[in-house]
């Protein structure tokens, strides 16, 4: 299975990204879809997950500000990023997991003035 991450870029703070995740390859319905993201000189962070039911969770520096939105029979996992500040600028990765784990390549969002 591979991922294809899309929608980064430049926006000033405040702006507005949506970035968009697409599995392609084998068959598969992943029990959870998530988003995470690294800063230079940062570990990788979780920012948003969704499991197969629907569920929700956020990091608590999104929260109010990103929506996670996806569907594990369409295999494609969406994070709307509203209100985006300097400290959201990271290279942010998509994420499936079912019966294997599989990344996406990154998608770097860069927040500034």
């Known amino acids: 299975v591979q991922l294809q991450a899309s929608g980064g870029g430049w926006v000033q703070p405040g702006g507005s990204l949506r970035l968009s995740c697409e599995a392609s390859?084998?068959?598969?319905?992943?029990?959870?879809m998530g988003w995470y993201r690294q800063a230079p000189g940062k570990q990788r962070e979780s920012v948003a997950a969704i499991t197969d039911c629907h569920v929700k969770m956020y990091a608590d520096s999104v929260k109010g500000r990103f929506t996670i939105s996806g569907d594990n029979t369409e295999n494609t996992v969406y994070l709307q990023m509203n209100s985006l500040k300097p400290e959201d600028t990271a290279v942010y990765y998509c994420?499936?997991?079912?019966?294997?784990?599989?990344w996406g390549q990154g998608t770097q969002v860069t927040v500034s003035s």
């Open positions: 994420m499936m997991r079912g019966i294997q784990e599989s």
């Open positions: 390859g084998s068959i598969f319905s992943p029990n959870v």
